[in-house]
Every structure is written in structure tokens, then in C-alpha cells.
């Protein structure tokens, strides 16, 4: 199986930044793709960007492209989300998920981490 951690989310003032972090334990060696999503209240969970472990090759939602930057550190199989010029529209539970293929079939997900962006 494989768990995975989110932790960074908090509050911040629209504008502002925050980062992600996403840590993989466990069998992760058949699984070559990470991503990140998030769902608000009342909303369908939302694809927001992946990256391939390997190779570092990434996919990004329109949404948020030019925002966020997802990138990794296969040493410590981490997953990171940089998230800048934060919005209002951006607050949400943020998940981490692994997978298979391009942009990915997600079969292990985290538990989330709320990020709350004020005006």
C-alpha cells in the first residue's frame, strides 16, 4: 500500500503564497505520476497539476497555470505545490494523490489540507 502526508496548508491573505508538501511512503515503485487536486465546499474535487517521478515532466490545470508549480524530490519522495497570487476562489481541501500514467489514473490518495484564502 502507500500512504501519503499532506502538510503547508493554513491561512493567507489573497496575494500570498504558500506552499505544499506531499511525502509518499510504501509502494510507490510502480507508480509514476503524482498530482495534485483540491475540492471546495459544494464543488466536484478539481485537477490542478502532476508530474511524472522520473523525468519531471508536469501537467497544469488553465486555472492555475502561471500560479503553481508542482515539482518533487525523488530522494525524499516528496511532492511540492507552490502557490502564488493567491485568490479567495482558491480556498479549498487540497489532496496530494499517486498513480499510473499520463496525466495519471490516481489509485492512492491523501487526506488533505485546507488551504483558506482570505480578501
Known amino acids: 500500500q502507500v500512504q501519503l502526508v499532506e502538510s503547508g496548508g493554513g491561512l493567507v491573505q489573497a496575494g500570498g503564497s504558500l506552499r505544499l508538501s506531499c511525502a509518499a511512503s510504501g509502494r510507490t515503485v510502480s507508480r509514476n505520476v503524482m498530482g495534485w487536486f483540491r475540492q471546495a465546499p459544494g464543488k466536484e474535487r478539481e485537477f490542478l497539476a502532476a508530474?511524472?517521478?522520473?523525468?519531471?515532466?508536469?501537467s497544469y490545470a488553465d486555472s492555475v497555470k502561471g500560479r503553481f508549480t508542482i515539482s518533487r524530490d525523488n530522494a525524499k519522495n516528496t511532492v511540492y505545490l507552490q502557490m502564488n497570487s493567491l485568490k479567495p476562489e482558491d480556498t479549498a481541501v487540497y489532496y496530494c494523490?499517486?498513480?499510473?500514467?499520463?496525466?495519471?489514473?490516481?489509485?492512492?490518495w491523501g487526506q488533505g489540507t485546507q488551504v483558506t484564502v482570505s480578501s
Open positions: 508530474i511524472r517521478w522520473t523525468v519531471g515532466i508536469t
Open positions: 494523490a499517486i498513480g499510473s500514467g499520463w496525466p495519471g489514473n490516481y489509485d492512492y
